[in-house]
């Protein structure tokens, strides 16, 4: 049998770019995180301490979007290696960060990294 636990849609506001405009105005990011885990054990038992916490997830990805990046690599790196250590248990762990609207000289929904072990 195989589990997976998605958060998705984690929307957080930071000021990450290569342009000084980016480090005063910042913009809007998305972030989705999927985890292969056995949750077996959290389902049997609705112990909360035997899965993976969305809480703890999002804080994660909170503190390290507060640290200023120049690319959204370096930042996406730093979450991915913070839910690794978190969250030893998880098989796989695949990471999408989504700049929305990315300063360029052209209509672009969003740009994004995907991070996938």
Same mark, same amino acid.
């Given at each position: 049998? %195989?589990? &997976?636990?998605?958060?998705?849609?984690?929307?957080?506001?930071?000021?990450?770019?290569?342009?000084?405009?980016?480090?005063?105005?910042?913009?809007?990011?998305?972030?989705?995180?999927?985890?292969?885990?056995?949750?077996? %054990?959290?389902?049997? +038992?609705?112990?909360?301490?035997?899965?993976?916490?969305?809480?703890?997830?999002?804080?994660?990805?909170?503190?390290?979007?507060?640290?200023?990046?120049? @690319?959204?690599?370096?930042?996406?790196?730093?979450?991915?290696?913070?839910?690794?250590?978190?969250?030893?248990?998880?098989?796989?762990?695949?990471? &999408?960060?989504?700049? @929305?609207?990315?300063?360029?000289?052209?209509?672009?929904? +969003?740009?994004?990294?995907?991070?996938?072990?």
């Amino acid at each position: 049998m %195989q589990h &997976k636990i998605n958060i998705e849609g984690i929307r957080l506001y930071a000021f990450h770019g290569c342009l000084p405009e980016e480090e005063k105005i910042g913009c809007d990011y998305i972030i989705h995180v999927s985890f292969e885990t056995d949750f077996t %054990q959290a389902a049997e +038992s609705d112990d909360l301490k035997k899965t993976i916490d969305y809480c703890e997830v999002f804080e994660i990805c909170k503190a390290e979007m507060a640290i200023r990046s120049k @690319l959204i690599e370096h930042v996406g790196l730093r979450i991915f290696k913070s839910l690794r250590k978190k969250f030893p248990e998880a098989k796989k762990i695949h990471l &999408k960060l989504a700049k @929305l609207l990315p300063p360029v000289n052209g209509a672009v929904d +969003s740009s994004s990294i995907e991070i996938i072990d």
